[in-house]
């Protein structure tokens, strides 16, 4: 269908542009939040690629398995948004291996709830797959990434706002 082919077509575009993005944060390692960017944004790649075959394979078995490719990418960029935020923004000394830890759980989390959804319905809470759309809606695990998700970004949105305030003081 054109509708799945023009999805697909945004989505691959958005890759590739992340893909340029991380490659050239990539070369610029030494700046505050460079190396957080590139994590992000080859994480929004694999995102974003993933979803788009996920809109051109027939099956939903396929459907499925890319859609489970793409959270990996959901559930790194989140954090590495905040870790870049933090970097960027002076923040960088709260950055422990405790807090990478803790910021880890939430995600890896995520993944279990959707690669074990076969046996313990907790990612697609039991949904009905012969619904065309069943991979758009989701049960609690579904929805901890989504919160998760948001917080990651809001949080990093108030120091960068933060940040905004202070350097129009000086």
Do not use: H
């Not at 559930?75 to 960088?92: C, D, E, H």
């Not at 959707?114 to 809606?137: H, I, N, Q, R």
């Amino acid at each position: 269908k054109m509708t799945e082919l023009y999805y697909a077509t945004l989505l691959g575009f958005s890759g590739f542009v992340s893909l340029m993005v991380a490659g050239t944060s990539w070369k610029r390692r030494p700046m505050p939040g460079a190396n957080a960017l590139t994590v992000m944004m080859f994480a929004i790649c694999v995102w974003s690629c993933a979803y788009a075959i996920s809109w051109l394979v027939p099956t939903r078995l396929d459907k499925l398995f890319w859609l489970s490719l793409a959270y990996i990418g959901v559930v790194v960029s989140s954090p590495a948004f905040l870790v870049m935020t933090l970097q960027f923004t002076g923040y960088a000394r709260w950055l422990t291996r405790r807090l990478y830890f803790v910021l880890a759980i939430p995600g890896l989390v995520v993944l279990f709830s959707l690669w074990t959804d076969p046996w313990l319905a907790t990612f697609f809470g039991g949904l009905d797959f012969s619904d065309p759309e069943f991979y758009l809606k989701g049960g609690p695990g579904f929805w901890l990434g989504v919160s998760y998700s948001y917080l990651m970004f809001f949080f990093p949105a108030l120091f960068l706002i933060q940040a905004f305030i202070r350097s129009r003081t000086v």
